[in-house]
Every structure is written in structure tokens, then in C-alpha cells.
């Protein structure tokens, strides 16, 4: 049976580009599974990528962050699948979903809603409703994102919830990666607090960046995106160039030292953009306290307060920096949301029970 995929991109170190490509690793294992995706550039790009045909749709333009790929609705019809698997909020596929007159079992994960770009909603919210009521299923990960959406809570007797995973395999420890944190415990002496992410308006480093200047502790920033020198402008400004430093990229053997190195994780989001912040799991696996906001999402159907880290208000700097230091000043405290973030990871969040949730999603909608 082919089964295809459909999102925005493919490969990409992003939370959604992480799912995606572990989806096609657990059904590759029973079906065909092919990806269709948007390329960066205006060629149209196939490969074979793990064992999965992989085909990149050229771009004529990029509009606030969405790919016009003139073709991407005759790919879909030619790719004629048995199932079809969206990837959403991505106007793109949605639309060619409408236009190529696919016919075949159709479910879509729904990522995050659209929060920013709110002169799009009379535009894309008729065409992403006409999809949502063609769908047999729609996956989430998490219930409480479901019922506090604007959008799925209108659709909530196709709603199943999968909740996403770390992979043992990915995030396993290697001599490189305990010799690279003996070293990051060289380079960064002291409390060290981590941000790993996409580096975009949502995701709050502003107000991390604010709360630092309260907070006895380096910081370190992981990842890259459009807001990159605007970060490094606000560091200069505050004058946190000796503790706050912005990295860019690293591979997955270096996200587990710098992980080990931490002693606490933030994630500072501002808006329901953040549908369940993938990165606390990556930290919480590695036994990292976490320090997240209550944006109404998945965020806290992750990081329990208390149990496996702290939650906080979002855009509240003091808040956040009390919460920090509340953490990097309490070594029982500390210990214990160590624990209980490594237990909570693999009681509900490993790789295997995601695979085994997808799973049962296609039995039931192919039944």
C-alpha cells in the first residue's frame, strides 16, 4: 500500500520535519511511503532518502513563510496514493489537496494554529475547513491542543491523539558526545540554562534574553532562523555578550552534551504557535529540568509543574527568571525534577509508543 506524505519540508532540523520523518521510518516498515514536500529552490528535486522517495516541489516565491509551488497540485495527482497523509497548517498542500481531485483515505496531523499572519484567516480558513471536512482522521498531540484550537475543536469527533516521541537511538550516548560535555563543563563553568529552537518570533527569546539579566548562569542558544541578528543585536544591547551566547546549528551527537551540560532547559513560548515543543522531550529524556510557558497548548501535557520542571506565564520575564533561578539555586529540587523528567519521557513519550499509536490510527481508518 503507498502511503505519501505532505508537508512543507523535509530533512530540516525542525520539530515538524523531525515527526514527519519519523512517521515514514515506523510505516516504511509495512507500506510504500513516498514524501512530497516544498524545495527552497525553483528546481523540482527527486531522491531516495533511508529507503523513502523523497520529491521536492520547485518554488516560485516565499510569502510569509508559505511556498508558492505552481506544480505541487498535479505532483500530488500523479503520485496517486492508496493514503494520504497532510502535514498541517501548510496552505500549499491544503489547496492542491482541493485541486488535484486525489481520491483515497486522507488523514492529517494538525501541527499548530496559525497565530501571526491574522489577515490570512478569511482567506485560508474556508479552504482549511473544506479540507478538515473531507478528512477521515486528524491526529494531534495532544487532546488539550485540540480542545482549546480555535479550529479542531469545531472537528473533534475525527480527532485522535498521538503523542510524539524521542527515539532512544537518536539521543543514546557515545564517547564523542562524553568527551564534548567534559569539555562544554570547561567552556561554560557555572549554572548553564539552554534554548534549543527555531529562531522565530513565537518561540519568546526576547524574554529570555530579559530574564537573564536576573539570572546568575550562562545561557546558551541552539538553532537558527530568521531572527538570528536581531538576537545577536538585543544580546549586544543588554550587554550579556560574556553570558549569553548564540551558537547556531548542532548535530544531534552534540545536542546530547550540550543537554548533559545544561541545568535547566527553557522554552520561553509566547503564543499557541508552540503546539507541544518537541525540544523539552529531547531535554527531559537527557534528565534536564524544564522551564516552559502556559500557552494553552501541549506544552504542559509534556512538562508537569513541579514534577518534571517549572511552568510559568508567557512573556513574563520576572516570572521566567524566578522560576530559572528557583532551579538552579535548589540542588534537591533540581534532583528531583531530574527524575521525574526522565520517567515521564518514557512512560508516555518514547519513539516505540508513537509508532504503536500510528499504527492503530491507519488500522482503524483503513478498517
Request: aromatic share 6%; proline share 4%.
Amino acid at each position: 500500500m503507498k502511503v505519501l506524505q505532505v508537508a512543507h519540508y523535509y530533512g530540516s532540523p525542525g520539530g515538524i520535519e523531525r515527526v514527519v520523518s519519523q512517521f515514514c521510518s515506523c510505516l516504511k516498515q509495512d507500506h510504500e511511503v513516498e514524501v512530497l514536500v516544498c524545495n527552497r529552490s525553483s528546481k523540482t528535486e527527486e531522491s531516495i532518502e533511508d529507503g523513502v522517495r523523497v520529491t521536492r516541489v520547485g518554488r516560485v516565491a516565499h510569502v510569509n513563510r508559505m511556498s508558492i509551488c505552481p506544480t505541487f497540485p498535479s505532483w500530488l495527482k500523479k503520485k496517486n496514493p492508496d493514503i494520504l497523509h497532510l502535514h498541517l497548517i501548510n496552505p500549499m498542500a491544503e489547496l492542491s489537496y482541493l485541486l488535484s481531485g486525489v481520491k483515497c483515505k486522507t488523514l492529517a496531523t494538525y501541527h499548530m494554529d496559525i497565530t501571526r499572519q491574522k489577515w490570512m484567516k478569511p482567506l485560508h480558513n474556508p479552504i482549511l475547513n473544506r479540507v478538515l471536512d473531507r478528512l477521515d482522521s486528524i491526529t494531534v498531540s495532544s487532546e488539550r491542543f485540540a480542545e482549546s484550537s480555535p479550529v479542531l475543536s469545531q472537528h473533534m469527533n475525527k480527532i485522535k491523539v498521538i503523542p510524539f516521541g524521542i527515539s532512544e537511538e537518536r539521543f543514546k550516548e557515545t564517547p564523542f558526545n562524553r568527551s564534548l560535555t567534559e569539555e562544554l563543563h570547561k567552556q561554560y563553568p557555572g549554572k548553564v540554562v539552554l534554548f534549543v529552537g527555531r529562531l522565530t518570533h513565537y518561540k519568546g527569546l526576547h524574554i529570555l534574553i530579559e530574564a537573564m539579566k536576573k539570572v546568575d548562569g550562562t545561557c546558551i542558544l541552539i538553532g537558527s532562523g530568521y531572527l538570528e541578528e536581531d538576537i545577536r543585536a538585543r544580546i549586544r544591547k543588554e550587554g550579556l555578550g560574556d553570558r549569553v551566547h548564540l551558537i547556531g546549528k548542532a548535530s544531534d551527537e552534540e545536542l546530547v552534551s550540550y543537554y548533559d551540560r545544561a541545568d535547566v532547559f527553557v522554552l520561553p513560548s509566547i503564543n499557541r504557535t508552540e503546539s507541544f515543543g518537541i525540544t523539552q522531550l529531547e531535554a527531559m529524556s537527557r534528565g534536564t529540568p524544564v522551564v516552559c510557558t502556559e500557552v494553552g497548548t501541549g506544552t504542559t501535557s509534556i512538562n508537569k509543574d513541579n514534577e518534571t520542571g517549572l511552568v510559568v506565564p508567557p512573556a513574563d520575564s520576572d516570572a521566567l527568571a524566578q522560576a530559572i533561578g528557583r532551579i538552579l539555586s535548589d540542588e534537591p529540587l533540581a534532583h528531583k525534577l531530574s527524575k521525574g523528567a526522565i520517567e515521564r519521557c518514557n512512560t508516555y513519550f518514547s519513539e516505540a509508543t508513537m509508532w504503536q499509536n500510528l499504527r492503530k490510527v491507519y488500522s482503524e481508518m483503513l478498517d
